[in-house]
């Protein structure tokens, strides 16, 4: 009998020490360096990568993009979103030790949007902050998620502090280093550092991660297939990033009809498909279709021939196409851009934009924080120096707000783009919030004792 | 001009003319010899540009035989071959052509879509025409790029076989200013390439190995010749103003494959040393020449020493012979034809002073003899009567005293009368002999003559046939230096002869005026004229055309004048009367003024 025994005892006991093997695997561990590149300045305002790890604000999105308390613990509205308070997270503490008052967060808050604030009038009011502003601001709560909203106490001379789960232990030729804030009121991190070395070349991340020298990497959308083939471990949002052609209204595009012509030339198959290789999504909307559902209603298609019709009364001049922080997709997108005008009938050049302040068309690349529809738009909407409408509370309405600011052509929606980096194989549990920030508090490294 | 001036003309002439012929004879000669040269360098030049134009074609064709070859592109013809998406190979044109030194590459499917272009990413999805020409030779091409800008290079297309369909490299390189730097230059040369879209000259289109050429406008015409014509052009161009930094320029176009002219090669030789070379020469026969000019001044003035000078002295000595001053002699300072000139001269002077002495002499025993002759005819005609006389009174003293004291009576009368005869014939002898020096003051002649004319005028109206009187005198005054008393002689000596002139009435015109610096006198009258013979010999001592008289009065009035510093002429047509004019130094205005 005993034998007859052995053998199933036998393999019960290597099954359960693979298991448990597997469970100890798994399992978030305590301790580790966390080593991340860029091709930006990691302090880049308002939303370099070590900005977002050593300031929190007010709110937060999760991967899902549902807006979740921050350091404000609950908010409410009056006065029709004229007058908001939020009321703040009790115990919490900057990295330098000094209390997080409400004070301290007016300023930094006010500090952030100077004379652009959408509020009118910022006070503390107890433990809370009172929003007030001449118009209503029924999208605040989203809006003070974005990166510029981050809370930051600039005491002197030093560095800014901040409260978020990692602060600046130095900042050495370009690398900054930064410790995990044992206080954290989210609770301590997994790893205890995490280096972020900023204006690394894409090749040379990639370099790096292959070799083991860095633990993350940024992949740009027209590179993620090629990172895929490397056979990469990629991570990549949902489309954050809308590509825009920003279309000025005065000058030689002062006429409706040649925007028009402009819009119906460009060609947005030929981006998706070829320079970004099908990552991401062509639209015509200002919003991704996730956050709207009601992209499709904004046709894509090109029309060369009714470019063709619309664009009499174009001048001779050439159109000056410039670029906002142009990288290399966007300076072939901006290219074919102008091959596509050319085809109907358009005269334009791309050219440099510190050699052209005003231009007649900016390609720009705007990134999307907001995980709500309406604000969003706003948030589009400003960053193309557009008024903020009024009313976008219900789909509707934000789709009227929408669509009539499409209908003056003053911006020609091109695609929108995920975000997406590369990690290595000891890097666990990275997830990606809504904006396709990296959730680094979360990220424990295999390996680390 | 002078002998010396003339010679010294001429042989300064000489000296240009070789020189200038000879310098122009060598210019014309080095300029073809270097011109031969630089045909020559630029013909070796070309051929040399054709073999590395060759070679560089060559070197495309190679690379995109290699690339074609290699395993990355065969994979993806291979994908492109068999239906595979062309966009994950986008940005691969531009790292092949990295790898292989191509300044184009164009990865272009079956259907002639490029896939990808190193050159103008965004062009993927257009169509490259040039995938017609495939596996052809090289090709000149111009491509457009992304900045608006245009190049020119030198293309070839290469198929690849992927499967059933095929995939077409289209690469070259570009020609521009390293492309020119590559060609082997000597020195002196320079080259230059030339490229516009435009139907125009784009001065901007020159380059050369150190970057656009500042000034193009020189080589405009040649350029524009050569593209016209599509065949090599030759010019001479000027691209600042000095002669020296000229240049033989030789254009050669560089054709696409159906023909047109693509851009121009400008090979450019330095004419710097074939301009120097003649302007060395130039600077040469300049001074040459000067030099010659100079040796002709020496020359000339050695010859003058030796030629002229005495030729100039025997032509002074002739000019002071002909004013009458025979006893001239010149220096004989050689022994040569000039100096035996110089000898014959002196020896011709001597015979004419001795046979003015002897002549002199000769006239002197003439004027004795007339004298003499004179004499004795003046003195034998009292003396006849005289003789006639005195032997009547001695035949007297035999007559009866009444007839005696009778004859005497006579005779006495007679004798007397030839006595006195006598007496004035030696007295006008010894008048002319002792002709007293004039004694000069400043007078006015017309004073003179109005005073003679007031003389004689009564004569004039009580003659049986009377002579009219005409006076032309000038209203201004003739103010002479002159012997009043003397001059008066004179004039009244011609007008006595005049009257005498015309025993049967007539016309004597005085005239008086101021000719220049001289006051011309003129006595004339209508008688019967004199011959030529007599005009000559009318001033002579004693001689006279009348029946009697001395034949001293225009003596007299010549030796007047002679002592006023005169002249006398006479002006006479036969039978129509005779003109004798006086002419003296008048004094000068303002003399005339003070006067």
């Known amino acids: 009998m005993k034998l007859t025994m052995f053998r199933p005892f036998v393999i019960s006991s290597l099954v359960v020490c693979l298991a448990l093997s597997a469970v100890a695997r798994t399992r978030s561990r305590y301790g580790g360096a966390l080593r991340i590149e860029t091709q930006g300045d990691p302090w880049l305002v308002p939303d370099g990568i070590a900005r977002k790890l050593v300031f929190d604000g007010l709110t937060r999105l999760d991967d899902s993009g549902v807006l979740l308390p921050g350091l404000a613990i609950r908010w409410e509205s009056q006065n029709d979103n004229h007058r908001w308070q939020f009321w703040l997270r009790p115990g919490v503490r900057f990295h330098d030790g000094a209390a997080m008052t409400p004070a301290a967060v007016a300023v930094s808050l006010s500090q952030s949007c100077a004379r652009q604030c959408p509020w009118t009038g910022l006070s503390a009011v107890g433990n809370s902050l009172v929003f007030v502003g001449d118009s209503a601001m029924p999208q605040l709560p989203a809006e003070l998620a974005r990166s510029m909203y981050l809370v930051a106490r600039q005491h002197d001379a030093a560095e800014p502090s901040g409260t978020g789960p990692f602060r600046v232990a130095k900042v050495t030729n370009g690398v900054v280093s930064l410790a995990a804030n044992g206080d954290y009121w989210q609770g301590r991190p997994f790893v205890d550092t995490v280096q972020v070395e900023g204006k690394r070349s894409l090749r040379d991340q990639w370099l790096d991660l292959s070799v083991g020298r860095a633990d993350m990497v940024e992949v740009p959308a027209e590179l993620l297939h090629q990172a895929v083939q490397d056979r990469l471990m990629v991570l990549a949002s949902h489309p954050t990033d809308l590509l825009v052609l920003s279309v000025s209204s005065k000058g030689a595009l002062h006429d409706d009809q040649l925007r028009q012509a402009i819009a119906l030339a460009v060609d947005r198959s030929a981006l998706f498909n070829v320079i970004f290789q099908k990552e991401g999504e062509p639209t015509a909307s200002l919003l991704p279709a996730d956050l709207t559902g009601y992209a499709f209603l904004f046709p894509t298609e090109r029309d060369v021939a009714r470019a063709h019709n619309y664009r009499a009364g174009a001048g001779t001049s050439p159109l000056v196409l410039t670029i906002d922080h142009p990288d290399a997709s966007t300076q072939l997108v901006a290219e074919r851009i102008v091959l596509n005008l050319r085809e109907a009938g358009l005269n334009a050049q791309v050219r440099p934009a510190s050699s052209q302040p005003t231009a007649d068309l900016v390609l720009k690349r705007i990134h999307l924080e907001a995980g709500d529809a309406a604000a969003g738009l706003d948030e589009i909407l400003e960053d193309l120096g557009q008024k903020i409408p009024e009313e976008t509370g219900n789909p509707d309405a934000l789709y009227q707000a929408e669509r009539d600011f499409l209908r003056t052509y003053q911006a020609i929606p091109l695609l929108y783009l995920p975000r997406a980096l590369a990690f290595s194989e000891r890097v666990r549990d990275l997830r990606l919030t809504g904006d396709g920030t990296p959730m680094i508090a979360g990220v424990s490294i295999d390996g680390a004792k | ?595």
């Not at chain 2, 020409?133 to 020119?152: C, H, W, Y």
């Not at chain 2, 499967?163 to 040369?189: C, H, I, Q, W």
């Not at chain 2, 006479?570 to 006086?582: D, H, L, R, Y």
């Open chain 2, 1 to 595: 001009m002078n002998l010396r001036q003339k010679m010294l003309a001429m042989v300064a002439l000489t000296v240009m003319v070789t020189v200038a012929a000879v310098g122009w004879t060598v210019s014309l000669r080095v300029r073809r010899v270097f011109e031969k040269i630089d045909r020559e360098r630029t013909a070796d030049f070309v051929g040399q540009f054709r073999r590395a134009y060759q070679r560089r074609a060559d070197a495309v064709a190679l690379s995109l035989d290699r690339m074609a070859g290699s395993e990355p592109l065969m994979r993806i013809a291979f994908d492109l071959g068999h239906g595979g998406d062309p966009a994950p190979y986008l940005n691969r044109a531009a790292a092949l052509a990295q790898e292989y030194q191509l300044d184009f590459l164009e990865i272009v499917s079956s259907d002639g879509s490029i896939v990808s272009s190193a050159q103008w990413p965004a062009r993927f999805g257009y169509k490259e025409a040039a995938v017609t020409g495939a596996n052809r030779m090289p090709f000149l091409k111009e491509e457009v790029l992304p900045d608006g800008s245009t190049q020119i290079g030198l293309f070839a297309v290469h198929a690849v076989r992927g499967g059933e369909k095929t995939v077409y490299l289209v690469g070259g390189t570009r020609l521009d200013r390293e492309f020119l730097m590559s060609l082997p230059a000597l020195a002196g040369t320079q080259i230059f390439l030339y490229r516009s879209f435009n139907a125009g000259f784009d001065a901007h289109g020159l380059v050369g190995v150190k970057g656009n050429v500042g000034n193009a406008a020189p080589y405009q015409s040649l350029i524009n010749q050569s593209r016209a014509s599509g065949q090599d052009s030759n010019a001479v161009v000027y691209p600042s103003g000095n002669l020296e930094d000229s240049v033989d320029v030789t254009a050669i176009p560089l054709k696409a494959a159906d023909g047109t002219v693509m851009a121009v090669l400008i090979v450019a030789n330095s004419r710097r040393g074939m301009v120097e070379v003649q302007q060395h020469i130039k600077a040469i026969a300049y001074g040459v020449a000067g030099g010659g000019i100079l040796f002709a001044i020496a020359a000339s003035l050695w010859i003058a020493a030796r030629v002229s000078r005495p030729i100039e002295q025997l032509a002074r000595a002739a000019g002071e012979v002909a004013d009458g001053r025979w006893e001239t002699r010149v220096s004989v300072g050689s022994h040569d034809e000039v100096g035996m000139l110089a000898n014959s001269f002196n020896r011709m002077t001597s015979q004419l002073v001795e046979q003015r002495e002897r002549l002199v002499q000769a006239e002197r025993v003439a004027a004795w003899r007339e004298l003499a002759r004179r004499l004795a005819h003046e003195l034998n005609n009292p003396l006849f009567p005289l003789q006639l006389t005195v032997e009547n009174l001695v035949r007297s003293r035999h007559l009866p005293q009444e007839q005696c004291d009778e004859i005497f009576a006579e005779s006495a009368a007679t004798l007397m009368a030839e006595i006195a005869n006598l007496k004035t014939i030696v007295a006008r002898f010894s008048d002319f002999s002792k002709m007293p020096k004039p004694q000069e003051s400043n007078l006015d002649v017309r004073e003179v003559m109005q005073r003679v004319l007031v003389l004689f005028s009564p004569t004039l109206d009580q003659r049986e046939q009377p002579i009219t009187l005409k006076t032309q005198i000038a209203p201004d005054p003739l103010m002479v230096s002159a012997d009043a008393e003397l001059l008066h002689r004179a004039l009244s000596n011609l007008v006595l002869n005049a009257i005498d002139a015309m025993p049967d009435g007539g016309t004597l015109t005085a005239v008086a005026a101021r000719k220049g610096d001289v006051v011309q006198i003129s006595i004339s009258d209508t008688g019967t004229g004199l011959t030529p013979e007599e005009c000559q010999r009318l001033f002579t001592p004693y001689y006279t055309t009348k029946q009697h008289g001395t034949g001293l009065g225009l003596a007299i009035v010549q030796s007047v004048v002679a002592d006023h510093h005169g002249t006398i002429t006479v002006e006479s047509i036969q039978g129509s009367g005779a003109t004798f004019v006086i002419e003296l130094p008048a004094l000068p205005i303002a003399s005339e003024a003070r006067a």
